[in-house]
């Protein structure tokens, strides 16, 4: 009876060692773990912050291709105004009369003609 207490003993102490170690050992873990989330942390704010003048670089570049765009239209649009007054020229006879009097300042006789600058 005394022999097996003894044993009892030596056993509570091995696993109460063992116990002491397997608890240490998640602790030790536990922190691993968090210095590892750490770094994952660091290492995606230094990816942002190097990405964030690419990306106010590619925001103006953005707004540059908008305005190049709206005056590529407008262009366009002067160009589409202006073919469509020479067809007016070359097809409508009063059209061109139109042009020509005011142009070169004619009217007829009796006519009142009003001005308006721009």
């Known amino acids: 009876m005394a022999k097996n207490r003894k044993n009892l003993g030596r056993k509570r102490r091995r696993e109460g060692g063992y116990?002491?170690?397997r608890a240490r050992t998640d602790r030790i873990n536990a922190g691993v773990?968090?210095?590892l989330c750490g770094f994952a942390l660091t290492a995606c704010c230094a990816f942002l912050v190097a990405a964030l003048p690419h990306q106010k670089k590619l925001d103006e570049l953005r707004v540059d291709l908008?305005?190049?765009l709206s005056d590529e239209q407008a262009v366009i649009?002067?160009?589409d105004a202006k073919?469509?007054?020479l067809r007016a020229i070359e097809s409508d006879p009063d059209y061109l009369e139109i042009i020509?009097?005011?142009r070169l300042n004619y009217y007829k006789s009796?006519?009142?003609i009003f001005r308006i600058e721009r």
Do not use: S, T
């Open 19 to 21: 116990n002491k170690m």
């Open 33 to 35: 773990r968090l210095a």
């Open 66 to 68: 908008d305005d190049v």
């Open 77 to 79: 649009d002067q160009k």
């Open 83 to 85: 073919e469509r007054e």
């Open 100 to 102: 020509a009097r005011d």
């Open 110 to 112: 009796g006519e009142h």
